[in-house]
Nanobody, 124 residues
Framework: QVQLVESGGGLVMAGGSLRLSCAASGRLFSSYTMGWFRQAPGKEREFVASISWSGSNTIYAKSVEGRFTISRDNVKNTGDLQMNSLKPEDTAVYYC?????????????????WGRGTQVTVSS
């Protein structure tokens, strides 16, 4: 019943910014930890960021820490990933994910729900 839909992807030049959004739907979507992952062509899906239900606990991949900010709005049932100072190596399909656990996680194997992904392309 839970569905996640990403939006906000696109083409941006290096140094620019993008904000991705994740819209969650489903009656059982509550008190879930939310995460963002990305996958470049031919590469493994890698962790980007995770945020707890309350928003008080966040973790980031070393490659994006200081540049990306994860947030969520539990009233609107949405989650955002603000991406600043984008680099060409950030180019990937970005996926929103959720897990029925209050603890943040960087492991893609611990997330039960996934969006279809949105393409982010950063040109040099």
């Amino acid at each position: 019943q839970v569905q996640l839909v990403e939006s906000g992807g696109g083409l941006v030049m290096a140094g620019g910014s993008l904000r991705l959004s994740c819209a969650a739907s489903g009656r059982l979507f509550s008190s879930y930890t939310m995460g963002w992952f990305r996958q470049a062509p031919g590469k493994e899906r890698e962790f980007v960021a995770s945020i707890s239900w309350s928003g008080s606990n966040t973790i980031y991949a070393k490659s994006v820490e200081g540049r990306f900010t994860i947030s969520r709005d539990n009233v609107k049932n949405t989650g955002d990933l603000q991406m600043n100072s984008l680099k060409p190596e950030d180019t990937a399909v970005y996926y929103c994910a959720a897990r029925s656990n209050s603890v943040v996680s960087s492991s893609r194997y611990e997330y039960s729900y996934w969006g279809r992904g949105t393409q982010v392309t950063v040109s040099s």
